[in-house]
């Protein structure tokens, strides 16, 4: 997502500074593909390698394409990978983010109200700490550097972006793991004003706002996929060579303006059928129905088994792939 926010920033400075469409060059070598896309700011230049799961992503600016403004190494599906550090056009270290470790080091002397956002950091993290417990916060939870700032006019900035205008309010999301998985992003959202209160949020079903109300006293997780599938083995999971098991951690929002606003559910998912279609003469897609075991991903309890399904679609310019949802059919 950060990426594709990056990439429209881009060609929105654009048109800003005059240029209506981005020159775009694609180069084939017998190793890799190359895109470099030139404009009167930047020179944008990504290489994806046929072989390996790897894309070097670099960009400099225009007049002196020995000036970097970013760059890094990534997964084709977009996932960062190692220390990315971002540049001004004087040259001066803006932030390096070690997309491994969440780790997000500013110059502070380009961000004038940073220390402002880490009090705010510390006071979201002491939500967390709270609600659930200092164990699941230390193993479980990991701020990505995903921060927003606001004040009565509006947007003001970010971690990485500069914030030029004090903010009066503060949004922070954090990735949350299981005991054996790869991170979730965007799994906790916390909203405070500018004295640190927390605010409820009012925003739709797919954002991640709010905490559950956990009972007893372990408040950290206790599930993973062998577990899981081992209980699930009574319900009807049958396992082979060739299953195709999937474990998903998800939110259910409650969609109610409170402090305990939804609850963590742990799945996996057993596939029952690929159906591909077409849609049109460019377009073709395929619907992935699945069994889904659900638990609770605090206590390890088995909740219920139910049907659900994903789509994948895609085309010449673009495509898309959905979230697990009900499959009503």
Not at 141 to 147: A, E, H, P, S, Y
Not at 188 to 194: A, C, F, P, Y
Request: glycine content about 6%; some cysteine.
């Amino acid at each position: 997502m950060k990426q594709t926010i990056f990439i429209l920033i881009l060609l929105i400075s654009f048109q800003a500074f005059g240029q209506k469409k981005p020159f775009r060059e694609i180069i084939e070598t017998d190793s890799s593909k190359i895109e470099i896309i030139r404009n009167s700011v930047y020179r944008i230049y990504e290489e994806t390698f046929i072989n390996n799961d790897s894309v070097w992503y670099n960009v400099t600016y225009i007049d002196d394409t020995t000036q970097l403004n970013t760059e890094g190494w990534k997964t084709k599906s977009g996932k960062y990978l190692g220390t990315w550090k971002e540049y001004n056009r004087k040259g001066d270290l803006m932030y390096s983010w070690n997309h491994e470790t969440g780790v997000c080091n500013v110059n502070k002397s380009l961000y004038p109200y940073h220390d402002l956002l880490e009090k705010m950091k510390s006071i979201a993290d002491s939500f967390i700490i709270s609600a659930y417990s200092k164990e699941f916060f230390e193993r479980h939870v990991r701020f990505d550097c995903d921060c927003s700032a606001y004040d009565k006019d509006g947007y003001v900035g970010s971690w990485t972006e500069p914030i030029e205008r004090k903010p009066t309010e503060f949004l922070f999301r954090y990735s949350v793991k299981l005991n054996t998985s790869d991170w979730y992003t965007e799994m906790i959202g916390i909203n405070l004003d500018s004295l640190g209160n927390y605010i409820p949020s009012m925003d739709d079903y797919s954002n991640r706002y709010g905490f559950e109300d956990v009972k007893g006293d372990k408040r950290t997780f206790n599930i993973d996929i062998h577990k899981a599938t081992e209980i699930a083995k009574s319900y009807g999971l049958v396992v082979s060579d060739t299953s195709e098991i999937s474990e998903f951690l998800t939110w259910e929002n409650f969609k109610k303006q409170k402090f305990h606003n939804g609850q963590f559910r742990y799945y996996i998912t057993e596939l029952t059928s690929k159906t591909e279609y077409a849609d049109g003469t460019d377009r073709k897609g395929i619907i992935f129905r699945f069994n889904v075991y659900t638990f609770n991903p605090w206590t390890g309890e088995y909740i219920e088994k139910k049907k659900m399904k994903s789509r994948k679609e895609w085309g010449p310019v673009s495509g898309h792939t959905t979230g697990l949802m009900p499959d009503n059919e």
